[in-house]
C-alpha cells in the first residue's frame, strides 16, 4: 500500500502542476524615456556662435585645423545622442555650402520613409539668419539635420546622432524633443 500510494500522490502532483498554460513568447520591451523639462541657458563654444541650450545638454569643444571651420557638439548625454556642428565663414562659397548640406541631408532618402523641412528665420543680433531645419524619418542614421546662415559672413550647419544604433520607434520621443530644442537653438544663434 505504500508502494501503490506513493505512486499515486507522484502521479496526482505531477498532474497538479503540469496543468499551466503554455509560455507564450513576448516581443521586446524598451526603457521608459523621461524627458526633462527643458530650461534654456546662453551657451557658446570656444569658437563660433552663442545661442541657447536645454540645460540638460553642454558642449564639446572640438579642435579645428582650419582657421575659417569651427567644429564643436552638443552632447545630450541623457538620450545618448550629439549634435555635430561646423561653423564655416563664408568666402563667396555659400551656394556651394547650401548645396553640400542639402546633399548630405538627401543622401539619407534611400532608407528615410520621409524628409519634413522647416524654414527658421532668427532676428536675433544685428542681422538676420535664415536655415532649414530638417527631419528624417524612418531608419537613418541621422533624424535631424539643419544648417543656418546670416548670407554674408557665417554658415552654421548641424547633424543629430545617437551612439546607438537607430530605432524610429523608441527614439520617436527622444526625437520630437530634440527637433524643439534644435530649433530654439536655431532661433537663438548670434554670430556677435
Given amino acids: 500500500m505504500t508502494q501503490s500510494f506513493k505512486l499515486t500522490m507522484t502521479l496526482f502532483g505531477v498532474l497538479l502542476f503540469s496543468c499551466t498554460p503554455p509560455p507564450v513568447p513576448r516581443p521586446l520591451g524598451y526603457l521608459r524615456i523621461e524627458l526633462p523639462e527643458s530650461e534654456f541657458v546662453q551657451s557658446s563654444p570656444k569658437c563660433g556662435p552663442s545661442f541657447e541650450l536645454p540645460d540638460y545638454s553642454f558642449i ?3 579642435k579645428s585645423s582650419e582657421e575659417a571651420t569651427c567644429w564643436f557638439n552638443v552632447r545630450f548625454p541623457d538620450f545618448n545622442a550629439r549634435l555635430y ?5 563664408i568666402e563667396d562659397n555659400l551656394e556651394a555650402l547650401i548645396k553640400d548640406a542639402q546633399d548630405l541631408v538627401f543622401s539619407h532618402e ?3 520613409s520621409g524628409i519634413r523641412r522647416s524654414r527658421v528665420i532668427n532676428n536675433e543680433g544685428e542681422g538676420e539668419s535664415k536655415g532649414i531645419l ?5 531608419p537613418v542614421a541621422t533624424p535631424i539635420q539643419f544648417f543656418l546662415t546670416d548670407s554674408t559672413e557665417y554658415f552654421l550647419r548641424g547633424s543629430l546622432y545617437f551612439d546607438h544604433k537607430p530605432n524610429s520607434d523608441s527614439t520617436a520621443p ?3 524633443r530634440l527637433l524643439y530644442d534644435i530649433e530654439h537653438l536655431m532661433h537663438t544663434v548670434s554670430w556677435e
Fill in 60 to 62: 564639446e569643444n572640438v
Fill in 110 to 112: 534611400l532608407k528615410a
Fill in 174 to 176: 527622444v526625437i520630437a
Fill in 85 to 89: 556642428c561646423t561653423n564655416i565663414s
Fill in 134 to 138: 530638417y527631419h528624417l524619418e524612418g
